[in-house]
C-alpha cells in the first residue's frame, strides 16, 4: 500500500488553500530532467499526492496481472503440442509482447508514483518510453496479421495458401523489425521521448512546436494505428460476409433437406473459424478501445485544439498499458484447448472440468470445439 509522503500532502494542501501560489508540477522535477520536460506544464499545480497512490497502485496490480497471465499463455501455447500451430506462433508473440510490456512499465512506474517525480534519469526515461511504444506497435501489427490469417483461411478457404511455420517466423521477424525501426527514430532525433504531464511516466513529445517533431506523430499514427485499423476492418468486413453466406446456403439447404440442421465437418470447420474470428476481434477491438484517448491526447497536443491536465495525460497512458492485460483474460474464457492446457498444468486455477473437445481447426489462432447450432428455418 502507497503511504502519502506528510510533507508532500501539506505542501499540496498549503497550495489548495491559496498559499504558494508559484508552486507548479514540475517542482519536484530533479535537475537533470528539466530540460526534457515542455514549459507547457508550468502553468499546472502539483498533483494531489492521493493521485499518485492510486496510479502506482493500479499499474501495480495491472503489472503483475499481465505478467503471469502472459507468462503462463506464453508457456502454455508453447509446451502443448497441439497449440502449437503456425498460426498460434502469432498468439504467442502477441502474449509475449504484452509480457515484455508490463515487466518493463510497470516497475519503473510504481517507484516513481511513490516519489511523485521521475527519479531514474533521462535515459531510463528514454528507455521507458521506447519500450511502451515498442511493445505496443508490436501488438498492435501482430493483431494486424491475425486478423489477416483469419481472412486467408475464412474467406479464401481451401484455395488460401496456408500458414506455414516458417512464413509465421518471418511475419513476427516483419513486426518486430517495424516496431523497432519507428520506435528508434525518436532517439535519433525524429520527435524525443520526453516525462508525461504528471512526471511520473515517459513517452513521445507531442508538444514540442516544430514539425519535424509533430510530423513523427503523424506519421507514425497512420503507419501503427490508422493502417491496422483499416486492414482489420476489411479483413472482418469479408469474414462477416463469408459467415453469413454460408450460414445461409446451409440454412437453405437443412429446410430443402426437411433437416434442423447439417452437422457435417465443412459446417463444424465453419463454426469453428466463426468463433476463433470472434475471439480474435474482442482482442483487437479492446485493444483499439486502449490506445484511442493516447492518440487523441497526442493529436490534442500537436494541434493545440485543446488543453491537456497532468492527470488525463497519465490516465490515457495507464489505459493503453491495460490492454496487455486483456488477452490472457479473453483466452482463459473462450479457448477450451487453452482452459484444459490450463487445467492439466494448473489444476487449482481451474474451477470445473472441461468438457472434451474432440473437434478442432489446427489453422486457427487456437484449437476450440466445433458446436453447430440448430438453425432456424
Given at each position: 500500500?502507497?503511504?502519502?509522503n506528510?510533507?508532500?500532502?501539506?505542501?499540496w494542501a498549503?497550495q489548495?488553500?491559496?498559499?504558494?501560489g508559484?508552486?507548479?508540477?514540475?517542482?519536484?522535477?530533479?535537475?537533470?530532467?528539466?530540460?526534457?520536460?515542455?514549459?507547457?506544464?508550468y502553468?499546472?499545480p502539483?498533483?494531489?499526492p492521493?493521485?499518485?497512490?492510486?496510479?502506482?497502485?493500479?499499474?501495480?496490480?495491472?503489472?503483475?496481472?499481465?505478467?503471469?497471465g502472459n507468462?503462463?499463455?506464453?508457456?502454455?501455447?508453447?509446451?502443448?503440442?497441439?497449440?502449437?500451430?503456425?498460426s498460434n506462433?502469432?498468439?504467442?508473440?502477441l502474449?509475449?509482447?504484452d509480457?515484455?510490456?508490463m515487466?518493463?512499465?510497470?516497475?519503473?512506474?510504481?517507484?516513481?508514483?511513490?516519489?511523485?517525480?521521475?527519479?531514474?534519469?533521462?535515459f531510463?526515461?528514454?528507455?521507458?518510453?521506447?519500450?511502451?511504444?515498442?511493445?505496443g506497435?508490436?501488438?498492435?501489427?501482430?493483431?494486424?496479421?491475425?486478423?489477416?490469417?483469419?481472412?486467408?483461411v475464412?474467406?479464401?478457404?481451401?484455395?488460401?495458401?496456408?500458414?506455414?511455420?516458417?512464413?509465421?517466423?518471418?511475419?513476427?521477424?516483419?513486426?518486430?523489425?517495424?516496431s523497432?525501426?519507428?520506435?528508434?527514430?525518436?532517439?535519433?532525433?525524429?520527435?524525443?521521448?520526453?516525462?508525461?504531464?504528471?512526471m511520473?511516466?515517459?513517452?513521445?513529445?507531442?508538444l514540442?512546436?516544430d514539425?519535424?517533431?509533430?510530423?513523427?506523430?503523424l506519421?507514425?499514427?497512420?503507419?501503427v494505428?490508422f493502417?491496422p485499423?483499416?486492414?482489420?476492418?476489411?479483413?472482418?468486413?469479408f469474414?462477416?460476409?463469408a459467415?453469413?453466406?454460408?450460414?445461409?446456403?446451409?440454412?437453405?439447404?437443412?429446410?430443402?433437406?426437411?433437416?434442423?440442421?447439417?452437422?457435417?465437418?465443412?459446417?463444424?470447420?465453419?463454426?469453428?473459424e466463426c468463433?476463433?474470428a470472434?475471439?480474435?476481434?474482442m482482442?483487437?477491438?479492446?485493444w483499439?478501445?486502449a490506445?484511442?484517448?493516447?492518440?487523441?491526447?497526442?493529436?490534442?497536443?500537436?494541434f493545440e485544439?485543446?488543453?491537456?491536465?497532468?492527470?488525463?495525460?497519465?490516465?490515457?497512458?495507464?489505459?493503453?498499458?491495460?490492454?496487455?492485460?486483456?488477452?490472457?483474460?479473453?483466452?482463459?474464457?473462450?479457448?477450451?484447448?487453452y482452459?484444459q492446457?490450463l487445467?492439466?498444468?494448473?489444476?487449482?486455477?481451474?474451477c470445473?472440468?472441461?468438457?472434451?473437445?474432440?473437434q478442432?481447426?489446427?489453422?486457427?489462432?487456437?484449437?476450440?470445439?466445433?458446436?453447430?447450432k440448430?438453425?432456424?428455418?
Amino acid at each position: 500500500m502507497t503511504i502519502i509522503n506528510e510533507p508532500s500532502f501539506i505542501s499540496w494542501a498549503a497550495q489548495r488553500g491559496g498559499y504558494g501560489g508559484n508552486m507548479t508540477v514540475v517542482d519536484k522535477v530533479l535537475p537533470d530532467m528539466l530540460h526534457m520536460v515542455d514549459a507547457y506544464w508550468y502553468q499546472y499545480p502539483p498533483m494531489n499526492p492521493l493521485w499518485h497512490g492510486i496510479l502506482g497502485f493500479m499499474i501495480g496490480v495491472l503489472g503483475f496481472i499481465s505478467v503471469v497471465g502472459n507468462g503462463m499463455v506464453v508457456y502454455i501455447f508453447s509446451s502443448t503440442k497441439p497449440l502449437r500451430t503456425p498460426s498460434n506462433l502469432l498468439v504467442v508473440n502477441l502474449a509475449f509482447s504484452d509480457f515484455l510490456m508490463m515487466l518493463t512499465m510497470s516497475p519503473p512506474m510504481v517507484i516513481n508514483c511513490y516519489n511523485e517525480t521521475w527519479v531514474l534519469g533521462p535515459f531510463f526515461c528514454e528507455l521507458y518510453g521506447m519500450f511502451g511504444s515498442l511493445f505496443g506497435c508490436a501488438s498492435i501489427w501482430t493483431m494486424t496479421f491475425i486478423a489477416l490469417d483469419r481472412y486467408n483461411v475464412i474467406v479464401k478457404g481451401l484455395s488460401a495458401q496456408p500458414l506455414t511455420k516458417k512464413s509465421a517466423m518471418l511475419r513476427i521477424l516483419l513486426i518486430w523489425a517495424m516496431s523497432t525501426g519507428w520506435t528508434v527514430a525518436p532517439l535519433f532525433g525524429w520527435n524525443r521521448y520526453v516525462p508525461e504531464g504528471n512526471m511520473t511516466a515517459c513517452g513521445t513529445d507531442y508538444l514540442t512546436k516544430d514539425w519535424v517533431s509533430r510530423s513523427y506523430i503523424l506519421v507514425y499514427s497512420v503507419f501503427v494505428y490508422f493502417l491496422p485499423l483499416l486492414t482489420i476492418i476489411y479483413s472482418y468486413w469479408f469474414i462477416v460476409q463469408a459467415v453469413a453466406a454460408h450460414e445461409k446456403s446451409m440454412r437453405e439447404q437443412a429446410k430443402k433437406m426437411n433437416v434442423a440442421s447439417l452437422r457435417s465437418s465443412e459446417a463444424a470447420q465453419t463454426s469453428a473459424e466463426c468463433k476463433l474470428a470472434k475471439i480474435a476481434l474482442m482482442t483487437i477491438a479492446l485493444w483499439f478501445f486502449a490506445w484511442t484517448p493516447y492518440l487523441v491526447t497526442n493529436y490534442t497536443g500537436i494541434f493545440e485544439s485543446a488543453k491537456i491536465s497532468p492527470l488525463a495525460t497519465i490516465w490515457c497512458s495507464l489505459f493503453a498499458k491495460a490492454n496487455a492485460v486483456y488477452n490472457p483474460i479473453v483466452y482463459g474464457i473462450s479457448h477450451p484447448k487453452y482452459r484444459q492446457a490450463l487445467q492439466k498444468k494448473f489444476p487449482s486455477l481451474v474451477c470445473a472440468a472441461e468438457q472434451d473437445d474432440t473437434q478442432s481447426t489446427a489453422s486457427g489462432v487456437t484449437n476450440v470445439q466445433a458446436e453447430e447450432k440448430p438453425a432456424t428455418a
